[in-house]
Nanobody
Framework: QVQLVESGGGLVQTGDSLRLSCAAP????????MGWFRQPPGLEREFVGW???????SYAESVKGRFTISRTNTNNTMSLQMNSLKPEDTDVYYC??????????????????????WGQGTQVTVSS
């Protein structure tokens, strides 16, 4: 059974850093491209970043230069390092896995419908 489990959320101040993790036991890791999304209350889930198996990444303009995705292929984990956090980064953050696309593909996956599995989400709150 595939599970994605996020951790690392919390309450921080403007300018602080936070690191989110996504563990994926049961996921065929080397066949997966991975993504991070976030969802403001009452709004649609929005793209944050994407990474393929080879480490190629793509980010939303709003987080580019501040957020960094990494993945460890030996233990099926992915991280989202968030620096210079702003109050507008306050959201529930989700990791997601896409098994339909070859893991080495350079086609960026930025839509919610591109992904097959989702975590339960972790809250990030940035106070001003």
């Amino acid at each position: 059974q595939v599970q994605l489990v996020e951790s690392g959320g919390g309450l921080v101040q403007t300018g602080d850093s936070l690191r989110l993790s996504c563990a994926a036991p049961g996921l065929p890791w080397l066949r997966s491209t991975m993504g991070w999304f976030r969802q403001p209350p009452g709004l649609e889930r929005e793209f944050v970043g994407w990474m393929n198996w080879n480490g190629v990444t793509s980010y939303a303009e709003s987080v580019k230069g501040r957020f960094t995705i990494s993945r460890t292929n030996t233990n099926n984990t992915m991280s989202l390092q968030m620096n210079s956090l702003k109050p507008e980064d306050t959201d529930v953050y989700y990791c997601a896995a896409d098994l339909k696309t070859p893991a080495w593909s350079l086609v960026q996956k930025r839509r919610v419908t591109d992904y097959d599995y989702w975590g339960q989400g972790t809250q990030v709150t940035v106070s001003s």
